[in-house]
């Protein structure tokens, strides 16, 4: 703790240094030397219950055993508590022409109207498009978090791409858990395995659960899809309507709202709305849900292949802030 006589001691010593460059300790009976320590301690006004960005309470990252020590999050690898805060991802389609350039002037809008983060889409380009702009951003670092998606649900393409670009933090899976019509099932010891073995313990996982355009298959239980989808603490669990740019039902976003916290067991699973954001609906849907995905809403009229328009995301971030 720096106190007054500290401070007036350093002042002093900081005014001496100034005044004589060239100090002769030679003539003096004592060197003195100063230390400064800093102290992290609990804080107990500032709410046991708030949720850090690792998903767990405040106050599991101090030791009650140890004089409420900050040491780090009990459950997981987390060292400093970050609250917890909505967010807002923007997808990069990657679409011509001009792929790369347009990709690049997308991403600077997302990081000047405050998104959290973008996702490189195969959407309408392809792999080596999305290589393209990461090996740009290896140099050229983005101020806002990079993540990828590479369709169709190519989960192992993304972690290996994770694992050679170290600065992707997130990577979106089109469904992680669950049994489609016409789709090969995901199996949940591969996915974790293969997660494991690439080592990418800070990549988070978005993943949808009954997605837009795949329809599960009969029997199948929409809670033990969602919980099985929980391969990772900090899986977040992807919510969609019917498609690209059609809303989502706000009773399927309550629905699986209900079932996450159902399941509550010391950590706070968050959920995203992946489709059919709008100025219009933002508020009412982040309300119950952490954040969302948008694509085609900073498009004009919608249209994915369009270059993303900076007034179409400034109205939807105005809206956004707008929710407490
Ligand atoms: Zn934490
Ligand atoms: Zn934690």
Known sequence: MINKETYDKMKELIAEYENNEQLDNSKKPYIYEHSVEVKRTYNPEYGDDKICECGHPYYRHFDSYEDMEACGCKYCSCYDFQPRTK?????????????????????????????????????????????????YLKDNPSTIQVGINILPNEYERCFALCKEYEFISFIQLDYVSGNYINTEPIDRKVLIDKLFDYGIYHVKIL????????????????????????????TCIVVTGEGTGSETPIEKIKQFREILDSDYQGEDTQLIVGAGLTPLNVREQLTIADGGIVGSTFKPNGRTHQMVDRNLVRVFMEEFRKIK
């Open 87 to 135: 967010k807002i991802y923007g997808m990069i389609h990657l679409s011509g022409p001009d792929t790369f350039q347009k990709a690049l002037d997308e991403i600077k809008i997302y990081e000047e109207e405050g998104l959290y983060g973008f996702i490189l889409e195969n959407y309408h380009g392809t792999i080596d498009d999305v290589i393209e702009v990461l090996d």
């Open 207 to 234: 993943g949808g659960v009954w997605p837009k355009y795949y329809r599960p298959v009969e029997g199948s239980d929409l809670k033990t899809d969602i919980l099985n989808g929980l391969i990772r603490d900090t």
